[in-house]
């Protein structure tokens, strides 16, 4: 095994960590909008700040360029998108199938 390999491999397990956690980010989202659970919890809270710490700092430029509709954000949909096409372009790098 290349150590190209593994470093793709580890930049993939991260670039599908990140997603997981927009998701998560996203769903606990849609259930404090719609009163579902409350960020009075404790626990809902400490989830609700440890995804947006993580989420935040890569959401944000993409918040400066494209506004809310209708109150709703899509950036988090944007930076799905894009994490998935770097995951391709790596994959198709490793194994040259450019």
């Not at 980010?25 to 626990?43: D, G, M, Y």
């Not at 935040?56 to 109150?71: E, H, K, N, Q, T």
């Not at 994959?91 to 199938?97: H, K, L, P, R, S």
């Amino acid at each position: 095994m290349s150590i190209v390999f593994i470093l793709v491999s580890v930049a993939i397990w991260i670039i599908n960590l990140i997603i997981f956690v927009l998701i998560v980010q996203a769903v606990l989202s849609w259930l404090i909008a719609f009163e579902l659970v409350s960020r009075r919890n404790q626990f809902i809270e400490t989830i609700w700040r440890l995804t947006n710490a993580l989420t935040d700092p890569m959401l944000r430029p993409i918040r400066r360029f494209m506004p809310r509709v209708s109150g709703v954000d899509f950036s988090p949909m944007v930076l799905i998108l894009l994490l998935y096409v770097l995951q391709r372009v790596l994959i198709m790098a490793v194994t040259g199938a450019f």
